[in-house]
């Protein structure tokens, strides 16, 4: 039984030196991702992302709200 119990424990030893050295290792330094750029082009010629459409359509919905007129308060009641 004792012949059966060493190369268990070898393999746990060996299994534990492993993972020490595995995490005491320097991680891989990861290659650059590039950036895509967006592709599609506006009227004007500049690269549209959909941003610039979407803030003119925030504008838009400010501007319009601007305009409406804010309800008056009610008098107060002076007699209480």
């Known amino acids: 039984m004792a012949s059966r119990s060493a190369p268990t424990e070898l393999s746990r030893e060996a299994a534990r030196q492993s993972l020490i050295a595995i995490s005491q290792s320097v991680p891989e330094t990861p290659s650059p991702q590039t950036v895509k750029t967006p592709t599609s082009t506006a009227e004007n010629g500049k690269l549209d992302d959909g941003a610039d459409k979407y803030r003119s359509k925030l504008m838009s919905i400010t501007d ?17």
């Open 64 to 80: 319009l709200s601007s305009d409406a007129q804010p309800m008056p308060c009610p008098p107060k009641d002076l007699t209480a």
